[in-house]
């Protein structure tokens, strides 16, 4: 496995990316849900009395009967009527947030990250055979959920983790907070620091 994955020796993290102050949670909150709305599927759909099938017909004459006057069964307040105020499926579920905003909850998740002691500076250099992977996480104890960052998704990187089930790979200016949080380990290649501190920090000098 030697030849698939290299271990940098004492890496160091930049402070500007994995050392920043955390007051409270406000913000990675705000960034974490953001994420779930974006991929939120407006799937749910209604009908309104004008859409629902039948009711063509008066339930009963107008006058005469002593019930209350109704001109069709599909009314809302009927049982198989329309729905009222029902979801269309044209809803936008999206909370907006800057991108100043995402940047810096970007950065206080991986400073949570680095303080759990869950980053793993590792230069992956992948044969493209699952097996040597697994071996490798197996024998590094990354046997949860791994966060794999590096540079550029190749394709024997591709072919070596796609079906591991715990290991996620995802390119460096693509990290979420959602998927930084949610790793028991993230591996982070030391090539991708520069990349981090020009997309995390001098992006918004």
């Not at 859409?51 to 063509?56: A, L, Q, Y």
């Not at 800057?98 to 250099?125: C, P």
Request: hydrophobic fraction near 40%; charged fraction near 25%; glycine fraction near 6%.
């Amino acid at each position: 496995m030697a030849d698939a994955v290299k271990t940098t020796p004492k890496a160091t993290l930049p402070k500007e990316v994995f050392a920043v102050e955390v007051k409270n949670h406000e913000l990675l909150k705000l960034a974490y849900d953001s994420y779930l709305a974006s991929a939120r599927l407006a799937s749910a759909t209604t009908k309104t009395r004008g859409e629902v099938r039948g009711g063509g017909k008066k339930p009963w004459k107008q006058k005469g009967t002593g019930r209350a006057r109704f001109g069709s069964s599909r009314n809302p307040i009927w049982r198989g009527g329309g729905i009222v105020f029902g979801p269309l499926g044209n809803e936008n579920y999206k909370k907006r947030i800057s991108t100043q905003a995402k940047r810096q909850a970007i950065r206080q998740a991986l400073t949570l990250a680095n303080e759990a002691k869950k980053i793993h500076v590792l230069d992956v250099k992948a044969t493209g055979k699952t097996a040597d992977m697994a071996k490798y996480l197996e024998a590094n104890k990354l046997d949860r959920k791994v966060l794999m960052v590096v540079n550029e998704k190749t394709p024997e990187l591709l072919r070596s983790t796609n079906n591991l089930q715990n290991v996620l790979l995802v390119s460096t200016k693509y990290l979420s907070v959602y998927h930084i949080l949610n790793a028991d380990a993230i591996v982070i290649s030391a090539s991708s620091f520069p990349i981090l501190k020009e997309w995390l920090v001098k992006a918004e000098a």
